[in-house]
């Protein structure tokens, strides 16, 4: 399906653009977001390659992966990532620029890609792996309704050294009954596909 445009409460969801490249610096080039990551700072030029790369597989047919732009108040905020296992299952990923960091960005980011994987393309189960030492990222988890389901160990290389992750999932029952399903009888806070 392409593309995909989705709707959350503070942010929106959208396929990548070439001219993203320049503004996904404010990301992957920035030290304190990729201490994060699963991979180390990028350049000018690995960002774009990135950019491009993620355009491209956004064409494939099955697609592999949503990885999608986040927009907060018109301006590139940051990244989300459902990364198809092909089993009914997805992992998830997601940044933001450091200046947006605790306004709820990520959490209704991830909140909105989730809807989407169970809802529209019918996961069961979706996860993340996040570093032990990102509390943030681990309170989106939880926030979430994601159970920890314990550790990984170097399970990433970044910074010149192995890192741990911790496992966090959800499966589609249980979002079902989250804070985030709607009421028996209301209309639907789903996120819109365009």
């Not at 047919?61 to 986040?70: C, D, F, G, Q, S």
């Not at 940044?95 to 909140?111: H, K, P, Y």
Request: no cysteine; hydrophobic share 45%; glycine share 8%.
């Amino acid at each position: 399906m392409h593309p995909v445009i989705l709707t959350g409460r503070v942010v929106s969801l959208r396929e990548f653009r070439e001219d993203d490249a320049a503004s996904s610096l404010s990301v992957v080039g920035d030290d304190r977001v990729t201490r994060w990551l699963s991979f180390d700072t990028r350049s000018q030029t690995e960002a774009a390659e990135m950019i491009r790369g993620a355009m491209a597989r956004a064409q494939l047919e099955p697609r592999t992966e949503y990885y999608l732009a986040i927009e907060h108040e018109s301006a590139f905020a940051g990244f989300v990532r459902l990364g198809l296992d092909g089993v009914k299952a997805a992992k998830l990923g997601y940044a933001v620029r450091a200046e947006l960091w605790g306004r709820g960005l990520a959490t209704d980011a991830a909140r909105t890609i989730i809807e989407f994987g169970f809802t529209r393309l019918g996961l069961h189960r979706i996860s993340a792996a996040i570093g032990p030492d990102n509390a943030a990222s681990v309170a989106v988890a939880k926030r979430l309704g994601m159970a920890y389901e314990g550790r990984i160990r170097h399970h990433v290389f970044t910074g010149g050294a192995w890192r741990d992750s911790l496992l966090y999932s959800v499966l589609e029952p249980e979002w079902a009954q989250t804070q985030f399903a709607p009421a028996s009888g209301a209309v639907p806070d789903r996120p819109r596909q365009r």
